[in-house]
């Protein structure tokens, strides 16, 4: 994609972040989280994530401030897996994971990450707003997240300290986020997911969140629910994918840049032809690595949805940076906390994603004249889990 219109872009985007902050219901909900990282303290904290494929649980030991993930247990609850059930099938899914850990009756905090559109509530915990990813479960929307889930531990005897009374619950960007900010010396920091779906966060002054509708100040993270962005220059194809999913006209720029629809992309370009039955980022990835197994005019084309995806990240990151430099103009070095199996993703026929992404950031940003920036990758294992575990910690 040309340089001129991953610019155009990234100033859509910016301008989609300050409605976002001016009221609710834009293309950017931009969600204010109502949990500010404190002090860590000692003690076992339940973490829990789910917003993809898998559903998590592990067992967070903080000791001298640092947390320590314990056994990881995982579980399937994708759409196939889970196709048919109510909240009660669910939650006694994972109830029963959550009961095998060791450890458990130790607890006396949980955190959940919880990776679906949500709202936050003042107390920690968030209501569900919709799902996506091909999730959907009706009898959920509207219900607090770690209300419900609290409930049913207490009820099933699963947690035994009842003075347990919130779950925080966080996305999975503002958990990566979290993750991130035991690195210092940076002036800002972001969370961005690029996996089965993809979204960012950021910190953001209060002042500046005109929604809001207050004068204090000082940082809170904000869930921008990028993915139901709708950026310019998309094509037929992705006019194709939108109009075969099951939730048509939400979720463009998720749809265009995610490893969930970059195999349906693919297909909407050669409806003729088969491919594997699970068409998607992670097969792109396989074209990509493995050329001579597949057409050459496939493998040209599965390069170029993965390089337009990585681009399209570029574009809307410079456009959230551009947001964070116009509330700060001291801002100079920024920490990029990302997490999600295709941005990591490797290309060994030709650039990582990764490396794709930031060498478009930094071109992207001194074309707006801002050539001493620095953005910085960070990645650290189960940032999900330990985001989670600081929340419950807030």
Known sequence: MEMYKLKEIALDFQSNIVE???????????????????????????????????????IVVFSNKKPVVQEVREILLSAKEITGFCQSDLFAKMSALIGELKDIEKVSRIGYCFSYPTIAESNGDATIIK????????????????????????????????????????????????????????????????????????????????KLQTVESGLIPVNLEAGN???????????????????????????????????????????LLEFEEKCDGKMINTMLNYPDVYKDECVQTAGWIYQRSAQLVSATLTGLILTLLSHDQTIKNILLAA??????????????????????????????????INVELYSIQNANLIGAAIAAMS
């Open 20 to 58: 976002g902050f001016r009221q609710d219901g834009m293309q950017l909900l931009c969600i204010p989280t109502y949990i500010v990282p404190k002090e860590i303290v000692d003690g076992y904290v339940l973490a829990l994530d789910w917003g993809g494929t898998l559903f998590r649980a592990a």
């Open 131 to 210: 799902f996506n990813k091909g999730i959907f479960m009706p009898d959920m929307i509207g219900r607090l997240v770690g209300e419900s889930l609290l409930t049913y531990l207490k009820n099933s005897s699963i947690i035994k300290d009842q003075s347990i009374n919130v779950i925080k619950v966080v996305n999975d960007t503002v958990a990566s986020l979290f993750s991130g900010l035991s690195q210092t010396g940076f002036d800002a920091y972001i969370g961005l997911i690029v996996g089965t779906g993809t979204n960012m966060a950021c910190l953001i002054n209060r002042s500046k969140i005109e």
């Open 229 to 271: 962005y709708h950026p310019q220059h998309l094509t037929i194809y992705d006019e194709m994918v939108d109009i075969n999913s099951d939730n048509g006209g939400q979720q463009r720029y998720e749809k265009a840049v995610s490893g969930m629809y970059l195999g349906r992309i693919l297909q909407s370009v050669y409806p």
């Open 339 to 372: 997490e999600g199996s295709l941005f990591w993703s490797h290309n060994r026929n030709g650039k990582d994603y990764s490396e794709m992404v930031l060498k478009n950031v930094h071109h992207l940003l001194c074309d707006f004249g801002y050539t001493d």
